[in-house]
């Protein structure tokens, strides 16, 4: 008797396509000299309308200027970052560029951010000011493939540039760093221009007061 062949029917094998979900992230440079509330509402506002993740606030090394730039030490403006960010859920700090040192290109820290974190978007933050100023940004056309331009619109500067730039309107504050440390060392008030806690560590410290 010929013994019969029994067919067992393949399995079905059920293929779970995984969706890679990609993270948009702002970025705020500089040399945060200090840290002031212009700075915050510019970081919130592009958050906010961009639906951003998180911002990053990076803190320069040495700035790239051609023009020698005389700032405080890095633990100062580190720590006066730490107090502006500390009760905003979205903001963080990338001590990147202190901790690599030297002058801060900011297409070296994009690439470096790119190599560890790929499923990242990056959007550099910057006010109008800054846009015009990037055909003289190191390596800027490279930079341009790696990151997305975010301008904040200010009063009398214009809005076009050889990059493409989001445009975003924020609340115009007319605050300095260098408006802030003139204020000290004059012994003016600079409350309601930076964060109180911000302030108290100025004054404790005693800085910029020479």
């Given at each position: 008797?010929?013994?019969?062949?029994?067919?067992?029917?393949?399995?079905?094998?059920?293929?779970?396509t995984?969706?890679?979900?990609?993270?948009?992230?702002g970025?705020?440079?500089g040399?945060?000299?200090?840290?002031?509330?212009?700075?915050?509402?510019?970081?919130?506002?592009?958050?906010?309308?961009?639906?951003?993740?998180?911002?990053?606030?990076i803190?320069?090394?040495?700035?790239?200027?051609?023009?020698?730039?005389?700032?405080?030490?890095?633990?100062?403006?580190?720590?006066?970052?730490?107090?502006?960010?500390?009760?905003?859920?979205?903001?963080?700090?990338?001590?990147?560029?202190?901790?690599?040192?030297?002058?801060?290109?900011?297409?070296d820290?994009?690439?470096?951010?790119?190599?560890?974190?790929?499923?990242?978007?990056?959007?550099?933050?910057?006010?109008?000011?800054?846009?015009?100023?990037?055909?003289?940004?190191?390596?800027?056309?490279?930079?341009?493939?790696?990151?997305?331009?975010v301008?904040?619109?200010?009063?009398?500067?214009?809005?076009?540039?050889?990059?493409?730039?989001?445009?975003?309107?924020?609340?115009?504050?007319?605050?300095?760093?260098?408006?802030?440390?003139?204020?000290?060392?004059?012994?003016?008030?600079?409350?309601?221009?930076?964060?109180?806690?911000?302030?108290r560590?100025?004054?404790?410290k005693?800085?910029?007061?020479?």
């Open positions: 008797m010929k013994q019969q062949k029994i067919l067992t029917p393949e399995p079905k094998v059920k293929l779970a995984q969706t890679i979900r990609r993270h948009a992230v970025i705020v440079g040399t945060f000299n200090p840290i002031h509330l212009g700075h915050l509402v510019m970081a919130d506002q592009v958050m906010c309308q961009l639906k951003l993740e998180r911002v990053l606030f803190p320069d090394a040495q700035p790239p200027h051609v023009d020698h730039k005389e700032t405080l030490a890095a633990k100062d403006r580190v720590a006066m970052l730490e107090l502006a960010i500390a009760d905003h859920p979205g903001f963080e700090l990338d001590l990147l560029e202190i901790v690599r040192g030297g002058k801060s290109y900011t297409y820290t994009i690439v470096e951010l790119k190599k560890r974190h790929p499923l990242n978007d990056y959007y550099l933050i910057l006010g109008a000011d800054m846009i015009d100023y990037l055909k003289k940004w190191y390596r800027i056309d490279e930079l341009a493939k790696l990151v997305t331009f301008g904040v619109k200010r009063p009398g500067y214009p809005t076009h540039s050889a990059y493409p730039v989001i445009w975003v309107d924020a609340p115009e504050l007319a605050i300095s760093s260098t408006k802030i440390r003139h204020l000290v060392k004059n012994h003016c008030s600079i409350k309601y221009l930076v964060p109180d806690a911000v302030a560590y100025i004054d404790e005693g800085l910029y007061h020479d």
